[in-house]
Each structure stands twice: as structure tokens, then as C-alpha cells.
């Protein structure tokens, strides 16, 4: 690890540390929430749900997208963790809903980066549709029937969630 390539954000660690105030914080989700939202840094997943440290669990994808490693996650975080609501958040102008699978794996071809064809992006071209069964795939994991599940559209221009299902 190269210490300079992260000089900036271990600087801005050490004013962090210094003024903490979260030492003690319950490991569980307070609020008795799950969030998967996409990657994308234009999203605040606590800001843009009224949350502070320590209201929820947060899980992030390209694409928000449920896939095995998050109902892993989910099984954990409702059994041991607090969650009994989960909010499902993918976005508008998402770059996982703006072009085929095949696209996707062309820009990173032209962007100098290796062949990835052998990797699923898991793109979409009807993201409500694919909300919809992702949300269908929650609701019906049988290890996860405990659980409330909600699907939602951020819209990245205005901060409003769209429910959807
Ligand atoms: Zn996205």
C-alpha cells in the first residue's frame, strides 16, 4: 500500500478522529433498516432518508442490484443485526440502465481495460422491471420472510425516491 496515494483522506481521517463522537455506537441497525443503493457518489444513502450513523445498514453495488452476496448479507443483517425493513434504491441515469451488457463490456475494452466478458455487470434496460423482480426475489428468499421489503427510484436531479413496489 502506498501511504501518499491516500495522503488526502487519512489527513482529513485525523481531524475526524480527533473531534469522534461515535465511540459506543450499538452494532445493530437502530432504525431497523437496510438500504442497497447503487455506487454511484452522487447518492447519500443517509442523508437522502433522514438516517445518521447507526439507523441502518447500508449495502452498495453497481446497479443495485440483489445478488447472492446480498442475501447474505440480509440473512445476517435480520437475524443478528436489528434490520426488519430493507429499502431496495437504484437510480435514474444509472450507468448499469444506459446499455447493453455487450456496451458495457465495450467501454471497458475502449477505456484500455481487459476483455471482461467472462464477468456478469448485471446491466438492465427496463429498470422498473428489474426493480420489480429484485424486489420479488427479497420477498421470496425463504430465509428472509421476516422481512419488509420496499423498491424505490432515487432521481439523481431532484433527491426524490420514487416507490415503485
Ligand atoms: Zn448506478
Keep these: 500500500m502506498s501511504a501518499e496515494a491516500f495522503g488526502d483522506v487519512l ?3 485525523e481531524a ?14 437502530g432504525r431497523g433498516l437496510a438500504v442497497l443503493t447503487c455506487m454511484d457518489s452522487r447518492i ?11 439507523d441502518a445498514k447500508i449495502l452498495r453495488n453497481a446497479g443495485a442490484r440483489v445478488t447472492d452476496d446480498v442475501l447474505r448479507t440480509l440473512v445476517l443483517a435480520h437475524y443478528l443485526l436489528g ?17 447493453s451488457e455487450e456496451a458495457v463490456h465495450d467501454a471497458v ?16 434496460d427496463d429498470a422498473h422491471a428489474t426493480l420489480r423482480s429484485d424486489v420479488q426475489r427479497v420477498r421470496s428468499y425463504p430465509y428472509l ?7 424505490f427510484v432515487y432521481d439523481v436531479d431532484t433527491g426524490r425516491l420514487e416507490p415503485v413496489c
Excluded: K
Excluded at 434490520?83 to 446499455?99: Q, S
Excluded at 477505456?111 to 438492465?124: I, K, V
Design 11 to 13: 489527513e482529513a481521517n
Design 109 to 124: 475494452s475502449e477505456a484500455g481495460g481487459p476483455d471482461t466478458r467472462s464477468l456478469a455487470f448485471l446491466t438492465t
Design 44 to 54: 447519500e444513502p443517509l442523508a437522502m432518508l433522514g438516517l445518521r450513523p447507526g
Design 145 to 151: 420472510q421476516g422481512l419488509t421489503v420496499g423498491g
Design 83 to 99: 434490520v426488519e425493513r430493507a429499502l431496495i434504491v437504484p437510480h435514474t441515469r444509472c450507468r448499469m440502465a444506459a446499455g
Design 16 to 29: 475526524y478522529a480527533a473531534s469522534f463522537d461515535l465511540a459506543g455506537l450499538a452494532p445493530y441497525a
